[in-house]
Structures are given as C-alpha cells and as structure tokens.
C-alpha cells in the first residue's frame, strides 16, 4: 500500500538549513546544489514527473534547458535569477512546455519545483537529465 510522503515543519527546515534529508546534486549541468527528493516517477525512458525542493546555495547555476512539459517552480528562501529576473521568496513560476532557461542564485535560495517531464539540456548532443 502507497502511504502519502509527510514532511513537517518544512518552512522552518528551509530557513536554518537543516531538518531535511538535503543530498549533493550535479543532474542538469548544476553546480553548487543540494536536493531533497520528494517524488520520482521516471519510467526506464526516462519519462513522467518528479518533485523536489532544491537547494542553490551562493553562486549556484544551472545550464540552459528546454522543458518538454510543464515546470512549476515556487521560491521558498532567498532570490533565484532566471532569464526573466531576480525573483525572491514567494515567487510563483510556471514555465509551459517547450520553454527554455538558466537559473542562477547569487546569494542562495531553496524552492520547490514540480516537473511534468524531465528537462533536456540545451547544447552541441541535447540530452536528457
């Protein structure tokens, strides 16, 4: 039987940088990142949705990447620069099939971000990530 994932308390996790399982991740061409998985149901193409709250602590990058479904992005802590700005905690973000970006943080941030279809790298061979 599949029981609901629960995590407690997580604003105050965020914000003191601790309570959560928080993991090193690289996927996507990320530098600088930590992850903490909330759901992956990828199939063995590689294909379907995935949560996580991710981490971007100063100076984190992600490289260019096109999003085959949607991409819902919510700002929990601090600033993540994209091509459209800077956008501080409380920002809402949904990036619609087929649009592409980089993100960025100078100073840090954690969000959560909700993905329909895993993103593809954008350069000389696209690959999926």
């Known amino acids: 039987m599949n029981t609901a994932k629960i995590l407690h308390d997580v604003m105050n996790a965020v914000q003191h940088k601790d309570g959560l399982p928080w993991e090193p991740y690289s ?4 530098s600088n990142t930590e992850i903490v998985r909330l759901y992956d149901a990828r ?31 919510f700002v929990l802590e601090g600033v993540l620069q994209n091509d459209t700005g800077a956008h501080p905690a409380g920002t809402l973000e949904v ?7 980089e993100l960025w943080s100078d100073q840090g941030c954690t969000f959560l971000v909700v993905w329909e279809q895993p993103v593809k790298l954008v350069g000389p061979a696209l690959q999926a990530a």
């Open 27 to 30: 996927a996507d061409g990320r």
């Open 43 to 73: 199939d063995d193409q590689n294909e379907g949705p995935a949560a996580a709250i991710l981490r971007y602590n100063a100076g984190a990058r992600t490289k260019r990447h096109i999003h085959p479904g949607y991409e819902l992005i």
């Open 95 to 101: 990036c619609p099939p087929d649009s592409s970006h």
